[in-house]
Nanobody, 124 residues
Framework: QVQLVESGGGLVQAGGSLRLSCAASGLTFSSYAMGWFRQAPGKERAFVAAINWGGSTTNYADSVKGRFTISRDNAKNTVYLQMNSLKAEDTAVYYC?????????????????WGKGTLVTVSS
């Protein structure tokens, strides 16, 4: 079955960096658009970043533009999220998402598969 497994979350001070990874299995990874979403306590799950199947096109939420970078390695079936200049408001559970039908995933309602999430806590 399809599995998306996130890793790399943790506790970091404001201004610091983390790199999240999402390892995929059970699907033809290079055919899927991939994305990252996050959900803070008491809030809805929100779009963070997206990348197309080949890695040539990306999209970011305004709140993370210039600080976060999404990338993928199709040979390793893995998508990454490099997070720099972290802020307290970036604290959330970060989820990996996969979708076969769209070029970019920016809407949580169209996701085919979700990971279970990894917690990122940024202390101020």
């Amino acid at each position: 079955q399809v599995q998306l497994v996130e890793s790399g979350g943790g506790l970091v001070q404001a201004g610091g960096s983390l790199r999240l990874s999402c390892a995929a299995s059970g699907l033809t990874f290079s055919s899927y658009a991939m994305g990252w979403f996050r959900q803070a306590p008491g809030k809805e799950r929100a779009f963070v970043a997206a990348i197309n199947w080949g890695g040539s096109t990306t999209n970011y939420a305004d709140s993370v533009k210039g600080r976060f970078t999404i990338s993928r390695d199709n040979a390793k079936n893995t998508v990454y999220l490099q997070m720099n200049s972290l802020k307290a408001e970036d604290t959330a559970v970060y989820y990996c998402a996969a979708d076969l039908r769209r070029t970019l995933i920016t809407n949580r309602s169209v996701v085919d598969y979700w990971g279970k999430g990894t917690l990122v806590t940024v202390s101020s």
